[in-house]
């Protein structure tokens, strides 16, 4: 559920030309093998960058810019070959795989009368949205989807957007951040080309396919470090909700990832601003006691304040097991760390949970300290463990209220890719397959300012924002 236009007149985007955009040189076929972290989302995740006209391309053409888009794709294309592939289903074991096939990428050019402007906050979500990016019919069939998508909208008042969908089982967040981040410098838009990348991306999943010989070898049984507390957690929270439906057996094998429909589909996307001010105004008012002896992220603190509002909010009961899940990047968590440059999926999910009596009673100090324990705890044999419990039959999530999941875009600051003249107005993340998760972004007006998108229940969006907002204002 989303913004919607009362005008029944709102301006359509019209699709002017799609084109398929193979590699520039293409690489030999292979197979890459996923990881089961790769697997736990085959679909393509959408993000809108907005650039606002300018006069510095105010005089180009579409036409101009959709060709430096496909040439610099082209290139980028043949460096980062397994986003020109397919997914493609193991028979043995009924498992995706990446087939690297050279079979290229989707580009689309589209116009539209309406005007920027019109749209009004570009940090909330817009329905209108949706028509700025490029979705394939590929009827289930993985192996017929493109596993990137692009499109390149001129807008009436002369600005344009730039929708880009990408699978999430080829990139994770910083991954897809740097392949965009090659593409607009191959692109050279109005600006000096600057040459080579940072680094060079590496594709195999290396250490972390589980048939790895090193992830065999895990602690002895019933060693701490062996315990997948979200996958505990998540086991938990299951369990509790089929109790409480007096339904389904309890030995199903469910997965951290949701890849057979989107639940949820009434929620209503948020999104709140938080300036560096009101996050410091938080940090005085919770942490006074002890402010000078107490570090704290900006990141654990928003992340406990969210989880007690939300938990409030829901009405969750007070003897109600409520968890707090959030992504942990893994690449310097392994032993040996992972490569500079892999692209593929490097996260896990930390974990903390309490009853919603529990929470509500807590301090923000108290919560922030178990945020903390949780980051910390996820070391090479959490990582290797939790691979390791996602070897199997996948299933789908039953909606679970109790939980609340948190996914920090704060260090990939996606509106300062440059794929025209400066940075974009705001990159909008669209509807994701998992709509209720929070996202942590950088406020593209203040550096130290954080924009939190949400999928709230129209019911309960009036309650959580006050309890959210308490204490910031």
């Not at 097991?321 to 942990?328: D, E, N, R, S, T």
Request: hydrophobic share 40%; aromatic share 10%.
């Amino acid at each position: 559920m989303a913004t919607k236009h009362d005008d029944e007149n709102a301006p359509t985007v019209r699709v002017t030309k799609t084109v398929s955009v193979l590699p520039k040189s293409l690489h030999p076929q292979q197979v890459i093998h996923l990881s089961n972290l790769d697997r736990q989302c085959p679909l393509l995740m959408y993000v809108v960058f907005f650039y606002k006209s300018s006069a510095a391309f105010q005089n180009l053409s579409l036409g101009s810019i959709f060709s430096c888009l496909k040439s610099g794709l082209e290139e980028t294309l043949s460096i980062w070959y397994p986003a020109a592939g397919r997914l493609s289903l193991n028979p043995s074991d009924g498992k995706l795989n990446l087939w690297c096939n050279n079979g290229g990428a989707v580009l689309v050019e589209a116009v539209t009368s309406a005007k920027i402007i019109e749209l009004g906050d570009l940090s909330e979500y817009n329905e209108f949205f949706e028509h700025l990016v490029y979705k394939p019919d590929f009827h289930g069939n993985f192996s017929e989807m493109p596993l990137v998508v692009a499109q390149v909208t001129r807008f009436g008042c002369g600005g344009f957007s730039i929708g880009i969908g990408a699978s999430h089982s080829l990139f994770d967040g910083p991954a897809t951040y740097d392949f965009l981040h090659a593409w607009a410098s191959n692109s050279a838009i109005l600006k000096q080309k600057r040459g080579t990348e940072l680094y060079k991306p590496v594709h195999e999943r290396g250490a972390l396919l589980v048939d790895d010989r090193r992830l065999t070898k895990l602690p002895e049984s019933g060693s701490s470090a062996t315990r997948v507390v979200a996958i505990d957690h998540l086991y938990q929270l299951i369990k509790q909700a089929m109790t409480a439906q007096t339904s389904g057996p309890d030995n199903m094998k469910f997965t951290t990832g949701n890849t057979h429909e989107v639940g949820n589909s009434n929620l209503v996307l948020k999104t709140f601003h938080l300036s560096g001010a009101m996050i410091e105004s938080l940090k005085s008012k919770v942490l006074s006691e002890r402010r000078s002896s107490f570090s704290c992220s900006s990141f654990d603190l928003i992340a406990a304040h969210l989880w007690k509002a939300r938990t409030k909010a829901l009405g969750v009961s007070k003897g109600a097991m409520v968890c707090l899940q959030f992504a942990v990047d893994i690449r310097n968590k392994m032993v040996p760390p992972l490569p500079t440059g892999f692209s593929g999926n490097a996260y896990v999910l930390a974990s903390v949970a309490l009853t919603a009596e529990e929470l509500e009673a807590g301090s923000h100090e108290a919560i922030v300290e178990m945020i903390k324990d949780a980051k910390s705890s996820v070391n090479n044999d959490y990582v290797i463990a939790y691979n390791q419990a996602l070897d199997g039959p996948q299933g789908s999530l039953p909606p679970l209220n109790e939980l609340t999941l948190v996914s920090d875009w704060t260090r990939m600051p996606f509106h300062k890719i440059d794929f025209l003249h400066g940075e974009a107005a705001y990159a909008s993340p669209l509807l994701s397959p998992v709509p209720q998760v929070a996202y942590f972004m950088q406020n593209p007006t203040e550096l130290r300012g954080v924009d939190m998108r949400i999928g709230l229940f129209p019911q309960t969006i009036n309650a959580f924002s006050q309890y959210f907002l308490a204490n910031m204002l």
